[in-house]
T-cell receptor
Framework: DVKVTQSSRYLVKRTGEKVFLECVQD?????MFWYRQDPGLGLRLIYF???????EKGDIPEGYSVSREKKERFSLILESASTNQTSMYLC???????????????????FGEGSWLTVV | AQSVTQLDSQVPVFEEAPVELRCNYS??????LFWYVQYPNQGLQLLLK??????LVKGINGFEAEFNKSQTSFHLRKPSVHISDTAEYFC?????????????FGRGTQLTVWP
């Protein structure tokens, strides 16, 4: 089974602190994602990465950065945490589509169990 | 960007009753469609997905969904729910032709099953 592991399930941080959320997947997936989940808003994409050292902004990248130094690990960084970043953060990974398929992807995306971050 | 609308934010039902969770999407391109479930304090788990072929898709735990292209809908159904089905359900789409496979999510529907 695919396993996406978020090492910190529950964190409490102070305003202004630098926060690292770590995510590791064990299936050699190339594509990895960080989503933020808030009640009534669903999941919103923060950043994604399709290869080591490659990253792209999602829909709500402000206040966040990411790091992908190794294929299996994708880290989300809050440079200076603020109270409006209190949320549930979900990491996910998937395989890219097979070559020659025209680039379309119906591959299943696998999620970690989430990291609950409270900023006080 | 794609838009996914889940028409009901909360759906309460009694045990053994049928349920339908509604999902509509807006897209000028072809999409793949997914339903994910999230149990309390857990991540998301795939229930089912539509890629092509038969418009009726069967998933885990007795759920099924029907793709209706003309109405751009992908409603989720179960003929008889259990208390253990209490969870939040998310409809999502990905764009055909996308190498990345990112998902666009609806805002979720909280299904609560009462005894």
């Amino acid at each position: 089974d695919v396993k996406v592991t978020q090492s910190s399930r529950y964190l409490v941080k102070r305003t202004g602190e630098k926060v690292f959320l770590e995510c590791v997947q064990d299936m050699d997936h190339e594509n990895m994602f960080w989503y933020r989940q808030d009640p009534g808003l669903g999941l919103r994409l923060i950043y994604f990465s399709y290869d080591v050292k490659m990253k792209e902004k999602g829909d709500i990248p402000e206040g966040y950065s990411v790091s992908r130094e190794k294929k299996e690990r994708f880290s989300l960084i809050l440079e200076s945490a603020s109270t409006n970043q209190t949320s549930m953060y979900l990491c996910a990974s998937t395989e890219p589509p097979p070559s020659g398929t025209g680039g379309s992807s119906g591959n299943t995306i696998y999620f970690g169990e989430g990291s609950w971050l409270t900023v006080v | 960007a794609q838009s996914v609308t889940q028409l009901d934010s909360q759906v309460p039902v009694f045990e053994e009753a049928p349920v339908e969770l509604r999902c509509n999407y807006s897209s000028s391109v072809s999409v793949y469609l997914f339903w994910y479930v999230q149990y309390p304090n857990q991540g998301l788990q795939l229930l089912l997905k539509y890629l092509s072929g038969s418009t009726l898709v069967k998933g885990i735990n007795g759920f099924e969904a029907e793709f209706n292209k003309s109405q751009t809908s992908f409603h989720l159904r179960k003929p008889s729910v259990h208390i253990s089905d209490t969870a939040e359900y998310f409809c999502a789409v990905s764009v055909r032709g996308s190498t990345l496979g990112r998902l666009y999510f609806g805002r979720g529907t909280q299904l609560t099953v009462w005894p």
